[in-house]
Nanobody, 123 residues
Framework: QVQLVESGGGLVQAGGSLRLSCAAS????????MGWFRQAPGKEREYVGG???????YYADSVKGRFTISRDNAKNTVYLQMNSLKPEDTAVYYC?????????????????WGQGTQVTVSS
């Protein structure tokens, strides 16, 4: 069993930055691949990016070059650094964990989910 708690969301103007954190507890954090997803009102949950157990990061085309995912296994935390934010980035952001050597783009692959944190980007 793994518990995930996101934090760091808020209101920011277009072009600004936010860093989201996802703190994990309950299992050995380093054994999990981690994903970030987001969901805007009326839309399906969308893949943002992920980071494998080995520390390799992957990104959706929509955020590539603007967002950076990292992990600190000593702190049991994964981060999503978001720069050059756009209004279309507005969503609830979720972190997820999968007990696999891989990370995945599909929500169904993940074993554990956080409660989400709201990110609102104003124009």
């Amino acid at each position: 069993q793994v518990q995930l708690v996101e934090s760091g969301g808020g209101l920011v103007q277009a072009g600004g930055s936010l860093r989201l954190s996802c703190a994990a507890s309950g299992r050995t954090f380093s054994s999990f691949g981690m994903g970030w997803f987001r969901q805007a009102p009326g839309k399906e949950r969308e893949y943002v990016g992920g980071i494998s157990r080995s520390g390799t990061s992957y990104y959706a085309d929509s955020v590539k070059g603007r967002f950076t995912i990292s992990r600190d296994n000593a702190k049991n935390t994964v981060y999503l650094q978001m720069n050059s934010l756009k209004p279309e980035d507005t969503a609830v952001y979720y972190c997820a964990a999968v007990s696999s050597i891989n990370v995945y783009t599909q929500t169904s692959r993940y074993d554990y989910w956080g409660q989400g944190t709201q990110v609102t980007v104003s124009s």
